[in-house]
T-cell receptor
Framework: DQQVKQNSPSLSVQEGRISILNCDYT??????FLWYKKYPAEGPTFLIS???IKDKNEDGRFTVFLNKSAKHLSLHIVPSQPGDSAVYFC???????????????WGLGTSLAVNP | NAGVTQTPKFRILKIGQSMTLQCTQD?????MYWYRQDPGMGLKLIYY???????DKGEVPNGYNVSRSTTEDFPLRLELAAPSQTSVYFC???????????FGSGTRLTVV
């Protein structure tokens, strides 16, 4: 049972355009969401996060939007650059894990290719 | 500052052999995790630890064991390697707040 779903395995965009990566979740207890970026032969690195008390969080070229009623979040990258080409993982957790084990539930990832 | 160091980077094992994947961190993080990532799949949690002396099972613990005798080290042990354990293994750590995991660069294991 995949509680965090990234339904697009891959995405290709032109340099300078917007990249939109989507993530859906099924567990209504999730209240904190993160995006990680992974290059080949490296471990994932934390990119940006959002709490369920917000509907938007922005950090430079990266913005995450959260739609709680739809149980959907998206990562926008504007403008996209060739160096953004990587696999992007969506992850989620709940406050129940905050003082406990801090486990994350991960999506399967979306491979983004930004073409020059 | 090394962060999270995983060794070895690559290893080929024969069925039935055993090995230990090493993970060491120098950030004094309490939380440590072992994940595996199969091709085209997300990250599956094998074991985790919330502090020295405390470990617990994740989603896919069968065939693995861990120990956490110090804050710095969290080795993952495979006792009887099986082809199903062919995967890339990542160790991750977390400080006491937030969820910004720090990952090691991974160990690519092939069991033949």
């Amino acid at each position: 049972d995949q509680q965090v779903k990234q339904n697009s395995p891959s995405l290709s965009v032109q340099e300078g355009r917007i990249s939109i990566l989507n993530c859906d979740y099924t567990n209504s207890m999730f209240d904190y969401f993160l995006w990680y970026k992974k290059y080949p032969a490296e471990g994932p690195t934390f990119l940006i996060s959002i709490s369920s008390i917000k509907d938007k969080n922005e950090d430079g070229r990266f913005t995450v939007f959260l739609n709680k009623s739809a149980k959907h979040l998206s990562l926008h990258i504007v403008p996209s650059q060739p160096g953004d080409s990587a696999v992007y993982f969506c992850a989620a957790t709940s406050a129940l894990n905050a003082g406990n084990n801090r486990k994350l539930i991960w999506g399967l990832g979306t491979s983004l290719a930004v073409n020059p | 500052n090394a962060g999270v160091t995983q060794t070895p980077k690559f290893r080929i094992l024969k069925i039935g052999q055993s090995m230990t994947l090493q993970c060491t961190q120098d950030m004094n993080h309490n939380y440590m995790y072992w994940y595996r990532q199969d091709p085209g799949m997300g990250l599956k949690l094998i074991y985790y630890s919330v502090g020295a002396g405390i470990t617990d099972k994740g989603e896919v613990p069968n065939g693995y064991n861990v120990s956490r005798s110090t804050t710095e080290d969290f080795p993952l042990r495979l006792e009887l390697a099986a082809p199903s354990q062919t995967s890339v293994y990542f160790c991750a750590t977390l400080a006491g707040t937030g969820y910004g995991y720090t990952f090691g660069s991974g160990t690519r294991l092939t069991v033949v």
